[in-house]
């Protein structure tokens, strides 16, 4: 009985969203990708499917380091700013402010240009275990990405912590709870609960931002495909490809995001 | 920049350029070579900086006029382009919502590099296409024109979400009491809608501000000229990396503090006559 309702509820949803005109665009569109398909030369795929796919799992790769770096460093940053004293608070409030008022390209030029011109010169840096991934491109881009995530982040975060209502705090206490298990069990839950659907819209504007990391010459999908873009002197086939692989990265994350979201208990406060 | 073939990498020329100078810098002794910047850093970082040609300080605030000029035009188009999709998100018929809604969820989905080379290169391909059909000689786009175009597009997919957000905000009863009142719809945008829909909409929009003052930066890899691009030759040049891009986050920094004190006028300008947010909660 249920199944049967929930069949009919699913073609009801279906026929309400499945109008004429829609038809007829998802005919459009299917006619776009079709000609797309057959009129633009596409016969660079196959030599260049490895180097995509290595190139894909590096910008996945960054993207996963850089948000979960960048989130703990951003729940110091938040519990800085809602609780702490002025000499916590201030440091933290400068630090969000440079991050959101500078481009992230001039960041990333800034370490990598900047700092990676200046280390040389100190030789204890050269004879240090650091040296030789100081010498290579994605340490830069792993750090300037992680300070970004953290100073966005770490904005909303503050606002989570002080959103969390002060009763479950003092009921926390009351229960004899420490401060450090009152902070583990209850503040920084409801803290994330709270700042989960930005969390969303956070890792989305992440992904967007890891092709920036071309530009100092690590080669995720976007160096990729500019690297066909100038083997092939193709324009288009390579960037429409490049555009639905983001689409593609950004729809599963959305939906991955939208299934932990409905786990959560949406009572909050 | 030298772009001499390097053994050890031979894609990239600035890679080798970057090395080249660690490895210039190696030979001399580390203990003198940071005296001697320190000698040299306070006079040498003022000479670089400075405005007049033996520094590259106007070079820098050239870049910046053009990168506020591009961020001005592209929010005023963003604005123009998300008053109109927020109207037809509204009040449009059944295609025209579904059309708008594949444009706003493609241009967030996809990133703003990806999405400027695209724009620019099928915009002037277009252009070009249809001045040759029509029988006129092809022409080189203006870097300002495509450059607000381009991010004004981008702009737009995002404050049409904010404006029809913000259009939602706006208590049904001040609507209905305009038409009452027998306003055609133009004068209702005009007199009821767009005022009333400020306050709701400014934050979002200041946002949308600070984001494309920052995505200007982005259209220095297409190779327009703006700050980041100007930074970016003058670090090249002298090869004072570190200075350079630290002067260019301060410049960027100033812009979008300077930007912050004027919102908070705008916005309680716009708010005047409503209870402040501290007593609406």
Redesign the interface.
């Known amino acids: 009985m249920a199944n049967e309702a929930a069949i009919i509820n699913v073609v009801a949803r279906t026929s309400l969203w499945l ?1 004429p ?2 038809i007829v ?1 998802i005919l459009i569109a299917l006619g776009l990708v079709l000609s797309a398909a057959f009129f633009m030369r596409w016969d660079w795929l196959p030599q260049y499917y490895e180097m995509g796919l290595i190139g894909i799992w590096r910008s996945l790769w960054i993207l996963a380091v850089t948000c979960v770096l960048g989130f703990l460093l951003a729940v110091p940053l938040g519990l800085a700013q809602a609780a702490g004293s002025f000499w916590f608070a201030a440091p933290a409030k400068v630090f969000c ?2 991050i ?8 990333l ?2 370490l990598y ?6 280390f ?4 204890w840096i ?1 004879e240090s275990w650091m040296w030789p991934y100081l ?1 290579q ?1 994605w340490p830069y881009g792993v750090l300037a990405l992680t300070l970004s995530f953290a100073g966005y982040e770490g904005e909303v975060m503050r606002g989570a912590f002080a959103g969390v209502p002060k009763g479950q705090l003092e009921a926390a206490r009351a229960f004899g709870m420490s401060r450090w298990k009152a902070f583990r069990r209850i503040w920084l839950p409801q803290a994330i609960y709270r700042a989960l659907p930005t969390l969303t819209g956070e890792t ?1 504007l992440q ?6 990391v071309a ?1 100092i ?1 690590v080669i995720d999908i ?1 160096a990729v495909s500019s690297k066909v873009r100038q083997d092939t002197y193709l ?2 086939e390579p ?2 490809l ?2 639905l692989i ?2 593609t990265i ?2 599963i994350l959305v939906f991955a995001f939208s299934r932990i979201e409905a786990r959560i208990p949406n009572k909050i406060g | 920049m030298a772009s001499t073939p390097c053994p050890t990498c031979p894609i990239f020329p600035r890679h080798v350029c970057r090395r080249r100078s660690r490895r210039r810098l190696a030979s001399t002794s580390g203990a003198t070579l940071i005296d001697a910047l320190l000698s040299a850093s306070a006079a040498g970082i003022t000479e670089l900086l400075s405005p007049y040609p033996p520094g590259w300080g106007g070079t820098l605030l050239v870049g910046l006029l053009h990168s506020i000029e591009i961020a001005l035009g592209a929010t005023c188009l963003g604005l123009l382009i998300g008053t109109g999709g927020a109207y037809g998100k509204l009040y449009g018929g059944p295609v025209v919502r579904d059309l708008l809604a594949v444009y706003t969820t493609i241009v967030r989905a996809v990133p703003e590099l990806v999405l400027i080379l695209l724009l620019y290169y099928a915009g002037t391909d277009l252009i070009n296409q249809a001045l040759t059909a029509m029988g006129y000689q092809r022409v080189d786009v203006s870097g300002l024109a495509a450059g607000i175009a381009v991010l004004g597009f981008v702009q737009g997919a995002y404050s049409t979400e904010v404006i029809r957000g913000a259009i939602l905000a706006i208590p049904q009863g001040q609507i209905e009491a305009a038409r009452a009142y027998g306003m055609s719809p133009g004068l209702m945008l005009r007199r009821i809608t767009l005022p009333s829909m400020l306050p709701f909409a400014i934050p979002g929009l200041a946002n949308l501000w600070l984001i494309a003052t920052k995505d200007t930066a982005l259209l220095a890899v297409v190779g327009f000229y703006e700050l980041a691009l100007a930074t970016r030759q003058a670090a090249g040049v002298t090869k004072a990396y570190f200075t350079f891009f630290f002067a260019a986050g301060v410049l960027y920094l100033l812009l979008s503090l300077f930007s912050n004190l004027v919102i908070g006028r705008v916005e309680t300008w716009s708010r005047r006559g409503m209870p402040s947010l501290k007593e609406a909660r």
């Not at chain 1, 040389?120 to 030789?123: H, N, R, V």
């Not at chain 1, 992904?207 to 920036?212: A, M, Q």
Request: hydrophobic share 40%.
């Open positions: 109008q005109h829609r665009l402010t440079v959101r008022g500078t481009p992230l390209l001039i960041q030029w800034l240009y900047g700092l990676g011109s200046l040389p010169q100190y030789p050269r010498r491109a989305v992904l967007k931002s890891t092709p920036l530009t010459s976007f324009t288009y960037l429409l490049l555009a983001y689409m950004t729809g």
